[in-house]
């Protein structure tokens, strides 16, 4: 008997396009959202964005509330779930970058009410996914989550983020290619669960940012159409598989173990970036395909080496040697790569000289 089921939560609204940070007030209408909405937000985004957003919803009656979170961490989700039973709110806008966005998908799960998500950056795949990023303890990866009810992604904010922010998402999007190749090896290997649409929307959705990188340029608010878009299907991906395995390989565990060695050096987008160039030339050795990952980075200026990370060699050695024990993911690292090894593939692919 065939008694195989599957649950896919995907966000009800996806918004994107020039200046629809005033269809916000419009979004919660159409969910029919009602009560009090509690803003999660973080520095910088608050300038840029939130406190705009929070007067729309001042002038339509909704009475919002604004937290403001300085890092991705447990204390943080704790005030947020303080401040939304304090203030008595019906739902969460998260605000913001991954940091943000990943607050209030959290805090969302622990309160059981929705969130919306309403990114100020291109930098990330969270913006739909059904993951949040906290770390805990010594972890550093996604957790299953809440994910939003709707996405608002106002192009003309994001084209006027730094440009670093949109050439780490399309990193975290290019990345997708080498996580596709240790999930079907992890298929093949250790018989993993495995979507062949959620692969194949991935890689699709790598595929599609790389032929339109010559459109990727500073300024341009089309190039925060395409990776937007390209941020929005690989979140999709995810949730269809109901784990982050379409976008999140050995590159991943290389950015998760950079994050504890070398908090804050760089963007996750960056990090990932530079390991799936060496993730790829494992799997595909000198004549592999590392090459046109790399050169697919270094298209839309995201760093493609170590320096450019601002991280030192050794710490790249000691992120590649030890990244396989940070989660129970079988990948192309296999128990471990030693240092030799190590060494070999950072040297080979120029990410360290
Ligand atoms: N849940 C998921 O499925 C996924 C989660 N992630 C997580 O997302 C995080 C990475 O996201 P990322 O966006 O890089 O991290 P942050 O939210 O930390 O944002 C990076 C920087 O950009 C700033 N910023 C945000 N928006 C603007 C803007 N419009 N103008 C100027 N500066 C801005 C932030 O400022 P400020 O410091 O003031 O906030 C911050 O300094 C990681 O924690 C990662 O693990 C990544 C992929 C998938
Ligand atoms: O960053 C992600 C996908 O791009 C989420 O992956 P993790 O589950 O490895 O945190
Ligand atoms: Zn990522």
Redesign the pocket.
Known sequence: MFEKSKWIRLPRNVVVGHGVRSAVVDTVDDLHLQGRPLFVT????RN??TDSVASDFEAAGMDPVTVTV?S?TFDSVETVIETAEREDVSYLVGV???????IA?MASEHLGIGFLSVP??A????IV?N???VPDGNT?H?VA?EPPLGVVADTE??A???WE?TT?GCA?IISNYTAVMDWRLARRLKDVEYSEYAAALSEMTAEILVDNADLVRPGLEESAWIVTKALVSS?VA?SIAGS?RP?SGAEHLFSHQLDRLAPDAA???HQVGVGSIMTAYLHGGERGFWRDIRDALSSIDAPTTAAELGIDDDTVIEALTSCHEIRDRYTILGDGMNEHAAREVATKTGVIG
């Open positions: 973080s520095p910088t985004p840029v964005v300085e991705a913001g970058g991954g940091k943000a966005i990943d998908k100020t950056a930098s990330h795949d969270g996914s993951r949040g990023s550093r996604s989550a904010i994001l006027d983020a730094p922010l780490a975290d979140g995810m982050s976008a963007l996750h987008g």
